[in-house]
């Protein structure tokens, strides 16, 4: 079954998927920079993990090697883990201010 996703995969040339994720990546660095909701921000962050995830597959899967596909689980993992310390760090903030804008970071200091 392996070698029928990897068929299917490549009938899709590899262009499409470098404009999907370079699509995708600008989108998220475009949120971290203009929106000030750390949530969204974190959303953000985690669209940008995954368009690179994305790409490293498809290349993975066009090389025929599966150490792309090994680096995508280990960034899964750094992702899973950015996202309990991002929101321990946001409860955190929302306990202190009763907000989650990240404007007021600047109020923390101190």
């Given at each position: 079954m392996g070698g029928d996703v990897n068929t299917f995969i490549q009938q899709v040339p590899l262009e499409y998927f470098i404009?999907?994720?370079t699509l995708l990546?600008?989108?998220g660095v475009l949120g971290v920079l203009l929106r000030k909701n750390a949530?969204?921000?974190l959303g953000c962050?985690?669209?940008?993990l995954n368009s690179v995830n994305l790409l490293l597959a498809a290349f993975s899967a066009y090389s025929g090697d599966g150490n792309g596909q090994l680096l995508v689980f280990f960034i899964m993992v750094v992702a899973?883990?950015?996202?309990a310390v991002g929101l321990?760090?946001?409860?955190?903030m929302y306990r202190n201010t009763k907000s989650v804008d990240v404007?007021?970071?600047n109020k923390l200091r101190g």
């Open positions: 404009m999907l994720c990546f600008c989108l949530i969204v921000i962050v985690e669209l940008m899973a883990a950015e996202v321990a760090i946001i409860a955190m404007s007021i970071f």
